[in-house]
């Protein structure tokens, strides 16, 4: 308590307070109650040089990987539907994409086990079932709805997984006719299919790049993915604001369009375009794109920063809203145009996110510690500039110093354990301990779940 700020201090009382009276029932931490966005705990390790994490660090992580899951699983077992639904976000796939994480994890530390995590043929076969298990029930209930046609929110996204998920268990025809029902959602787009990558055409590009990365080859054929990409990019000129020179993906620049939403903004969709080969061979469309990124950073706040007004979001600093979310899309722009600006852009974001300490709020991926330390790592993968690596440990070993954010028996952040990885402390912890136990050595192989490179 004695690192807390008074209003935080205040805070985390009544918050505890709050937490007692759920204390009773076997369901823990429910987080009602929201604790503000502009709250952290402070990041003392912020400046000392980490090079790995200690031994106490690795084993927390590997004790409460264990534990969460079973709570998880208990909790949540493979029938059980979610208020909100069965996707990836929030559902039942979005378990499956877990459980298929930890069947990675057995897998790829079997052989070659990295000193801190040995898999195990059985574990990773129950992994691999219980994954089946969850899509199994979650299917059914990913409807093709028109309002949700992404990755994360959309029956695309779940179809990849189911079919990833079948190819695994040897069941190559199922595996196909899942790819081959996702193939056919490509065609029926238009200007009026909604955008973002959370529900939308840009989530579509994730889910194809998905499936190329677990598959090796383009498995929605090429003019498939380039129809979703040429539409998303005809939206933006339906919209484009020439003010400001930026393709917009609405008829309004409100919130729902704007930048600081790396998630369900505008921002989201430029990250995907930047990956298809179709922008990067259409010289006009990349250098609206260009002329997009360009006014992102020409907004960047002295500190790092980067919001609109909607939602609050100055005071946001976490993957979906705020600077953390636009990091990615100024690595990529870094990398497709080389010029320096971009990566000055991400590495000054990095620094707030690292300055500002691990959010109150909880573990989240999304509006939490972990897409906040996803994001450091990436900047350190991709530059191996160690600063950020000692940065995101730093953020890492002050969360699991911490209690409140994570130790299931104590905790009382916000969503600490519900049904959804993206937006439970749970899953996100779940998330990035596995990943983390894996690729201890290899850092450059994190990769945030339904975001990042990889398939699991
Ligand atoms: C880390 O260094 C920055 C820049 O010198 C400074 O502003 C900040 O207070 C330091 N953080 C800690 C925890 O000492
Ligand atoms: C264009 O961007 C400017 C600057 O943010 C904004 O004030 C204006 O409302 C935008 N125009 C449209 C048509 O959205």
Known sequence: MKTLSNQATIWVLFLFFFSSAFAASSEGCKGTVQPPDALFY???????????????????????????????????????????????????????????????????????????????????????????????????????????????????????????????????????????????????????????????????????????????????????????????????????????????????????HRIGEGLFGSGGVIYQLLQEDWLLNNPQALADVKSTIDYYLSTQKPDGQIYDDFHDAGKRIQWCHGIPGLIPIFLKAYEVFGEEKYLDAAKLGSDLVAQKGVLVKGMMLCHGVIGNVYQLFDLYAKTKDETYRSKAYSMVLTALQNPLLTDPTKWISYDCLASSFFVSTAGGMLSFFSDMLAHTNELEKLSMPAFGDQWW
């Not at 459980?99 to 691999?128: D, I, K, P, V, W």
């Not at 028109?146 to 069941?171: N, P, Q």
């Not at 889910?207 to 003019?223: H, N, V």
């Open 42 to 256: 402070p990041n003392k390790l912020e400046n000392t040089t980490i090079t790995s994490l200690p031994k106490w660090a690795i084993d927390m992580m590997t004790e409460r990987k264990e534990t969460l899951e079973k709570m998880y699983y208990s909790d949540f077992p493979p029938g059980y539907t979610s208020p909100w639904g069965s996707y990836i976000y929030f559902g039942g796939a979005g378990t499956a994409l877990l459980f298929l994480r930890f069947y990675h994890l057995e897998m790829e530390t079997l052989q070659n086990g990295n000193g801190y995590y040995q898999g195990s043929m059985e574990r990773a076969t129950n992994y691999l079932e219980i994954s089946k298990d969850y899509i199994d029930n979650a299917l059914p209930n990913t409807l093709w709805e028109d309002e949700h046609i992404g990755f994360l929110k959309g029956r695309t996204g779940s179809l990849a997984l189911a079919s990833v998920i079948y190819s695994l268990s040897g069941d190559d025809t199922t595996a196909k006719e899942y790819i081959a029902e996702a193939a056919t959602h490509y065609d029926s787009v238009s200007v009026d299919s909604p955008f973002d990558l959370d529900s939308g055409m840009a989530g579509m590009l994730y889910t194809a790049r998905y499936l190329k990365k677990f598959y090796g080859k383009d498995m929605i054929e090429q003019s498939r993915v380039d129809n979703v990409a040429s539409t998303l990019y005809q939206l933006g000129l339906k919209y484009y604001n020439t003010t400001i020179k930026a393709l917009q993906f609405g008829p309004a620049f409100n919130g729902m």
